[in-house]
């Protein structure tokens, strides 16, 4: 089977950095997958990670280590249209498995 | 650029009612999806199908059924609704495999309440 705990809110300053974390187990493992969800909208995919390391994307980076079974998020200097929920999600097989989400919540 | 439709986007049913969504794509995807997502629960899997002709149950299947009319189109129907499907129902779609098989498009939503 496979299961993904990530927290559940997460709070930060505008303009700071703040890292989301995702632990995984699956068995079979084809990378980790972020992605964001704003309220009322769809979610959008943000970054993949299939190797281990380090992904930047513009302010989002994503990191894998597959010997930890373990991932993160960094989203840096941060604006308040970053206020979402943020997932991770893992491919098995054909099937691709979300985690429970993190609400980040950015103060001004 | 349509991407994933799905409709309706707003739905009241009364409980034992039966309604399908539609969902379409064309993005030219062989993998098609049906989550729904309630509170603190994130995105559940309803049903997935690989490819055309193919479907399969994922984590919470009882209560549905789908088809896969064709590439494109993917539906999901609640044959006797109970308050428990109360929730936004997404449908999605990815390529079959490889690295741009892990990323997958979704549609805008559908709001479905059972009363």
């Known amino acids: 089977g496979q299961s993904l705990e990530q927290p559940s809110e997460v709070t930060a300053v505008e303009g700071a950095i703040v890292q989301i974390n995702c632990t995984y187990q699956?068995?079979?493992?084809?990378?980790l997958s972020w992605y964001q969800q704003h309220d009322g909208g769809a979610p959008t995919f943000l970054s993949y990670?299939?190797?281990?390391g380090l992904e930047e994307t513009g302010r989002f980076s994503s990191f894998l280590s597959r010997s930890d079974s373990y991932g993160y998020l960094l989203l840096q200097e941060l604006q308040m249209k970053d206020s979402a929920s943020y997932f991770c999600?893992?491919?098995?097989?054909?099937?691709?498995?979300f985690g429970k989400g993190t609400r980040l919540h950015i103060l001004p | 650029n349509a991407g994933v439709t799905q409709t309706p986007k707003f739905q009241v049913l009364k409980t034992g009612q039966s309604m399908t969504l539609q969902c379409a794509q064309d993005?030219?995807?062989?993998?098609m999806y049906w989550y729904r997502q309630d509170p603190g629960m994130g995105l559940r899997l309803i049903y997935y199908?690989?490819?055309?002709?193919?479907?399969d149950k994922g984590e919470v299947p009882n209560g549905y059924n789908v088809s896969r009319l064709n590439k494109r189109e993917f539906s999901l129907r609640l044959e006797s609704a109970a308050p428990s499907q109360t929730s936004v129902y997404f449908c999605?779609?990815?390529?079959?495999?490889?690295?741009?098989?892990?990323?997958?498009?979704f549609g805008e939503g559908s709001w479905l309440t059972v009363v």
């Open positions: 993005m030219n995807h062989n993998s």
């Open positions: 199908s690989a490819s055309e002709g193919t479907t």
């Open positions: 999605a779609s990815s390529e079959a495999g490889g690295p741009w098989g892990n990323t997958i498009y």
């Open positions: 699956t068995s079979g493992f084809y990378g």
């Open positions: 999600a893992v491919r098995r097989d054909d099937k691709i498995i």
């Open positions: 990670n299939a190797l281990d």
